[in-house]
């Protein structure tokens, strides 16, 4: 997810739990309670169509195993919540949330998979840093951090679009599901653009949420 969806806009005073059958996983840092999106506080992900340095040479897929690493934790859980949290401008709510009183994004971070989002929060440095003292996930190898690998795509994203500050594409599926995909998306470079199909394109996530697009989901439902 783009660095923007960090900014916030107003206080939700509702805090969301649920069994199982309500849990879907977005993708390495995004998770839906009973409807309800929450982005996890404190921490980035790798996006899914990201590859990761592998120790020895190489690479591997820390996107999804971002994705795997999420739904280990949630799916195995009786009970997972998400505290009081903030609205970011995409409709998300950036809260701590928990799985049978494991903090996740607290294991994201000690398991590899996911960095500490330091430019928001610091809550989960200690945490990152006993991730990297063992080279866990991420950590095996120097890597690309989500955040430049979201900038380097976007920045390449450009020549495909109409308006090169405008690459996310508004895809309509054949359920008729409104679904944006940006520049780091798995699936950006084969998905097509039919502006007589009803589809288009975005500048930002915010202005694909606004207009009633969606992100894709990466992972399952359970």
């Not at 982005?39 to 190489?58: K, L, N, S, T, W």
């Not at 294991?107 to 990297?132: H, S, T």
């Not at 944006?180 to 949420?209: D, M, Q």
């Amino acid at each position: 997810m783009f660095v923007l969806r960090w900014l916030v806009a107003t206080m939700v005073l509702t805090i969301g739990s649920a069994f199982a059958a309500d849990i879907l996983v977005i993708d390495g840092d995004t998770i839906e309670l009973g409807g309800t999106r929450y982005g996890i506080h404190g921490i980035d992900a790798p996006e899914p169509g990201q590859q990761c340095e592998r120790v020895g040479g190489g690479t591997w897929n820390c996107g999804a195993a971002a994705v795997v690493a999420l739904e280990q934790i949630v799916f195995a859980a009786a009970d997972v919540r998400c505290d009081t949290g903030k609205l970011d401008e995409y409709g998300r709510i950036i809260a701590v949330c928990w799985a049978d009183g494991v903090d996740i994004g607290q294991e994201l971070v000690r398991r590899g998979a996911a960095w500490a989002f330091v430019k928001f929060a610091n809550d989960y440095v200690a945490d990152e840093g006993i991730a990297r003292a063992a080279r866990a996930g991420v950590w095996q190898a120097q890597t690309e951090a989500p955040w430049e690998f979201r900038e380097r795509r976007w920045s390449a994203s450009g020549n495909e679009a109409p308006d090169p500050n405008c690459p996310i594409k508004g895809n309509i599926n054949n359920q008729g599901e409104h679904i944006y995909h940006p520049p780091w998306s798995p699936v950006y470079g084969r998905t097509r653009i039919s502006l007589e199909k009803g589809e288009r394109w975005f500048c930002n996530e915010g202005e694909a949420v606004a207009a009633g697009w969606r992100p894709a989901y990466w992972g399952r439902r359970d």
